[in-house]
């Protein structure tokens, strides 16, 4: 029975949610996988560090250790533009997601943060060439992009593309 397998799984799991990578020894004990080093994990890391203390320089200097180990990889470069943007500095954030795009030209993120930075310059239709560029190139839209579409249509004018984009934000996420 499928529910009885998924609570033996959660069971396994005792309850942990933390961010650690971890698994349940024979004997029980809960142990902390050795995960090689991922620049998106140590990303999301710093990013959180501005999160939690409210300290963008200690969340820059996190940010700086990951671009020492993983220089050429674009996550750093995105979750750095994403604290810019959570800054309201979107020229800053602007040159991360460059930077990210640089590094790796799908980037999705990058050009969601570009639509972003975009919307905090005032630059509404940028905003928009920019999801559209996220679409081409790496499929469709996710949560943060049905956001910024609809606020840039919003502040176009454009009333009911952007209910719709914000419903369909809501309604999925």
Sequence with gaps: D?????????AKL??????AATYVRYDGALTRLDAPFSPRVA???ALWRFVSTGDP???L???DAVHARAPNAAE???YRGELYLYLGDAASARREFER???RYERSRWAYIGLAGAAVLDAR???ALAHIASSVALAGPPGPTAFVYRGEAHRRLGHRAEARAELETCVRAH
């Design 2 to 10: 499928l529910v009885a397998q998924l609570e033996k799984s959660l």
């Design 14 to 19: 005792r309850g942990n949610r933390s961010p």
């Design 43 to 45: 990303s999301k890391r």
């Design 57 to 59: 320089d200690e969340a």
């Design 61 to 63: 200097a996190a940010f």
């Design 76 to 78: 750093p470069y995105n």
């Design 100 to 102: 990210a795009i640089t």
């Design 124 to 126: 509404y239709e940028e």
